[in-house]
């Protein structure tokens, strides 16, 4: 049942990300990312890693689609579609993407990872050292760069909003 699970989750994940960049409609590309997303967090489940399943759904799934659903929906009207892309362009990006899957599944093929795992031993690390040093503001604390980042993030949403917005005729 694993592997049935493993194969249907895969096979959606290709299939929506393939969709995502090739739709013309933004709104429909953000909604398959949303799928893309979950189908990731569905993955995590599977390993057992509920931690990072959660943040998957609530940060990516759940915030970051929203906040792109929200900025499409504040710049461009929903029935907008992206103009054909040039049949040229279209090869040479699926040619890219092709040569760079191709180097992809040959450097993982290439790699041990049974003696990479067995060499080392794994250590135990409570959560409680993991929260607190999120949580913590001095050193090898997370909280100053995680607030860094939200702030520079939130000003270049809105630089892309006010710079998307389209002037009323």
Do not use: C
Not at 119 to 131: L, Q, Y
Not at 137 to 162: Q, R
Request: proline share 2%.
């Amino acid at each position: 049942m694993n592997i049935l699970m493993f194969y249907l989750f895969a096979s959606i994940i290709v299939i929506f990300s393939i969709l995502t960049v090739t739709s013309r409609r933004i709104l429909r590309s953000a909604v398959f990312l949303l799928f893309v997303l979950i189908a990731t967090a569905a993955f995590y489940f599977m390993l057992r890693y509920t931690f990072l399943a959660a943040v998957q759904l609530a940060l990516y799934a759940g915030g970051i689609v929203v906040l792109i659903i929200f900025s499409i929906l504040l710049t461009s009207h929903i029935s907008e579609r992206f103009p054909q892309i040039p049949w040229k362009k279209a090869f040479f990006s699926a040619l890219v993407a092709g040569i760079g899957a191709v180097l992809s599944i040959a450097a993982i093929l290439q790699f041990d990872f049974n003696q990479q795992f067995t060499d080392t031993e794994t250590a135990e690390v409570p959560v409680r050292d993991i929260g607190l040093s999120l949580m913590n503001y001095g050193e090898g604390g997370f909280v100053l760069p995680f607030e860094v980042i939200s702030i520079l993030l939130l000003a270049a949403m809105f630089g892309a909003i006010v710079i998307a917005k389209k002037k009323k005729d």
